[in-house]
């Protein structure tokens, strides 16, 4: 049978339009681009932090380091290392801005303040809070310090809260009660200040009628020691106070201070005590640092 050129044509024609129909009907898989986590810094909040001067804080993401880079503001203010480490250089505002290496539009900005004003608490331990405050005009620092816990030295309750100004910074409490220290970068030489509770010191019986003799004999000096040593009186309406200056050996001109306070309405008394570092200049700055407490009871 013949079939004609017209069916034929038709045919193909019809073939084609079915084809062209089922291609058309296969699903077209779209490549689809994996989605890019945001930069997170998990230990900062609200993207605002504060850290004092000289300090180092090592931001957290979630990301490796080495996927991101770190870029601060103003270098002056805030430094920030490859790794995330900022260090605070001197008071103000740096913002850091941490990004991918790969897609610099994903990114987080950290406001950094840097501030001269430190407070730092132990309040588990040893029962000291010690409050930081950097004046910049006359470069000193102010701490005003908390005490309420057993004193391990004489095994009796101190409570008492004082104030000294020095030229040491980061003095904070530590865990034995009633000493405070300096710590961390920048110190130059380690200082401790310590109070007690002197009430039951049997060589501070007749605490107001003492003598330079009889606190010669509390320290046990040699007769050399006494000749160096000085005895210091002072009063007002609510306390008796002797500052007491003695040789730290025979062989310098350095001294050791202690600034002991009676209060006259309950008879506690509070010794104060340093160490520091047998220096002439150190040596100047803690007798300026004890001459400087104050009793805020």
């Not at 339009?17 to 900062?44: C, E, G, I, L, R």
């Not at 010669?216 to 500052?243: M, N, P």
Request: hydrophobic fraction near 35%; charge should be positive; proline fraction near 2%.
């Amino acid at each position: 049978m013949k079939i004609s050129k017209k069916l034929v044509s038709f045919m193909l024609a019809l073939a084609m339009v079915v084809t062209a129909m089922a291609v058309q009907t296969v699903p077209v898989q779209a490549k689809t681009k994996a989605k890019v986590k945001a930069v997170k810094v998990t230990n900062v909040k609200k993207n605002k932090v504060t850290i004092y001067q000289g300090d180092n804080l090592t931001l957290k993401t979630n990301y490796k380091a080495s996927q991101l880079k770190f870029k601060t503001s103003d270098k002056t203010v805030a430094t920030v290392s490859s790794r995330g480490v900022i260090t605070a250089v001197k008071k103000g505002k740096a913002k850091v801005t941490v990004s991918l290496k790969k897609n610099a539009k994903v990114k987080k900005v950290v406001t950094v303040k840097v501030s001269d004003t430190c407070i730092v608490s132990y309040s588990d331990k040893g029962g000291n809070h010690v409050k930081e405050v950097y004046n910049s005009r006359t470069q000193k620092y102010t701490y005003t310090v908390s005490v309420n816990g057993v004193d391990k030295y004489y095994n009796t309750d101190l409570n008492v809260s004082f104030r000294f100004e020095t030229t040491e910074p980061r003095m904070a409490a530590t865990n034995y009660t009633g000493k405070v220290q300096n710590y961390g970068p920048g110190i130059k030489y380690c200082t401790f200040l310590w109070v007690c509770n002197s009430a039951n010191d049997p060589d501070l019986v007749n605490f107001e009628k003492m003598t330079d003799d009889d606190w010669f004999k509390a320290y046990k000096l040699s007769t050399e020691d006494r000749q160096k040593s000085t005895v210091e009186r002072y009063e007002d309406d609510k306390y008796y106070k002797y500052i007491v200056a003695t040789p730290q050996n025979s062989y310098t001109s350095l001294m050791d201070y202690a600034v002991y306070f009676k209060d006259k309405s309950t008879g506690q008394i509070y010794s104060f005590t340093h160490i520091a570092s047998p220096n002439e200049e150190m040596n100047k700055t803690h007798r300026e640092m004890m001459e400087s407490i104050q009793l805020l009871n």
